[in-house]
Nanobody
Framework: QVPLVESGGGLVQAGGSLRLSCAAAGSIFRINTMGWYRQAPGKQRELVASITSGGTSNYAESVKGRSTISRDNAKNTVYLQMNSLKPEDTAVYYC?????????WGQGTQVTVSS
């Protein structure tokens, strides 16, 4: 098990910004993918963005152009900068770490965007 410690969620008005952070505790295999998923009430969990240890990123269409994912490999930390937030971005955001077919999840952080 790899503990993932998330921070940065909260309440923000529409049009505002938030930055989520997730740190993987301890040492992890250097080849991995870190990312963020979200789950809104009554909906399935969906990918928001991910980034490989080599720096290749992938975004959901719904956040493309409004969000930037980045990582610090030395700190095993991934960041998600979200701008121009919309009420439909409201969800619990989960950090994810993929290592050779294994998935690890954070506890989730609530993001609420008010209109």
């Amino acid at each position: 098990q790899v503990p993932l410690v998330e921070s940065g969620g909260g309440l923000v008005q529409a049009g505002g910004s938030l930055r989520l952070s997730c740190a993987a505790a301890g040492s992890i295999f250097r080849i991995n993918t870190m990312g963020w998923y979200r789950q809104a009430p009554g909906k399935q969990r969906e990918l928001v963005a991910s980034i490989t240890s080599g720096g290749t990123s992938n975004y959901a269409e719904s956040v493309k152009g409004r969000s930037t994912i980045s990582r610090d490999n030395a700190k095993n930390t991934v960041y998600l900068q979200m701008n121009s937030l919309k009420p439909e971005d409201t969800a619990v955001y989960y950090c994810n770490l993929k290592i050779v077919g294994y998935d690890y999840w954070g506890q989730g952080t609530q993001v609420t965007v008010s209109s």
